[in-house]
């Protein structure tokens, strides 16, 4: 079956840089939403969409923005990278208000390093 | 505000032993309740979910987990563990309505001991 599919697995930049990480939802899934997983830390939600509009915002500081496409994948994007935003990325993809049907799956992250 | 408490940080069990996992939740409404598994480094792995119906919920992995309204509770249970069992455990909540965020526990990090 297909899974939620994230780009690239790791990455790593440097302090000021921009990040850019791609998130591809399982087909027919019209939902996405990006966790921050720090060292040690539970997941941490950032944002979501539904339908290409944003449906919720979490923690998610002013340097990041995100967005989803006519596609429905979802591109989270970072500037001035710091060292604190080292940490793994998820992204899960669900299809909202389908009773059993409802039901985050994760892709497996992208583990960002900032150095 | 919904949240999930993870009470246990760490738990040690020996081999072959029972297991039991405690999630407690505040929710204003009927909660969806999710367990996840996560090895060291890797992503997270959905044990088992409830959403409604019967209250004993059966997962992968030989899991089950209980709902218990009363006690606004989910707690993971297994029979007997096995040495591959040892990672961090997620429990976490989410709305029953569209789009909605779920929100994780704090995590338990479990160990086997040979």
């Known amino acids: 079956a297909a899974g939620v599919i994230q780009s690239p697995r790791h990455l790593i930049k440097e302090k000021r840089e921009t990040a850019t990480l791609k998130c591809y939802p399982i087909p027919r899934h019209d939902t996405v939403y990006w966790y921050q997983q720090g060292p040690g830390q539970d997941p941490q939600f950032l944002i979501s969409?539904?339908?290409?509009?944003?449906?919720d915002k979490g923690s998610i500081p002013d340097r990041f923005s995100a967005q989803q496409f006519s596609d429905y994948h979802s591109e989270l994007n970072m500037s001035s990278l710091e060292l604190g935003d080292s940490a793994l990325y998820f992204c899960?993809?669900?299809?909202?208000?389908?009773?059993?049907?409802?039901?985050?799956?994760f892709g497996s992250g992208t583990r960002l390093t900032v150095v | 505000a919904q949240s999930v408490t993870q009470p246990d940080i760490h738990i040690t069990v020996s081999e072959g032993a029972s297991l039991e996992l405690r999630c407690n939740y505040s929710y204003g409404a009927t909660p969806y309740l999710f367990w996840y598994v996560q090895s060291p480094g890797q992503g997270l792995q959905l044990l088992l979910k409830y959403f409604s119906g019967d209250t004993l919920v059966q997962g992968i992995k030989g899991f089950e987990a209980e709902f218990k309204r009363s006690q606004s509770s989910f707690n993971l249970r297994k029979p007997s563990v096995h040495w591959s069992d040892a990672a961090e455990y997620f429990c976490a909540v989410g709305a029953k309505s569209s789009a909605s965020k779920i929100i994780f526990g704090s995590g338990t990090r479990l160990s086997i001991r040979p």
């Open positions: 899960a993809s669900s299809i909202p208000g389908q009773g059993d049907n409802y039901g985050y799956t």
């Open positions: 969409f539904y339908e290409k509009m944003q449906s």
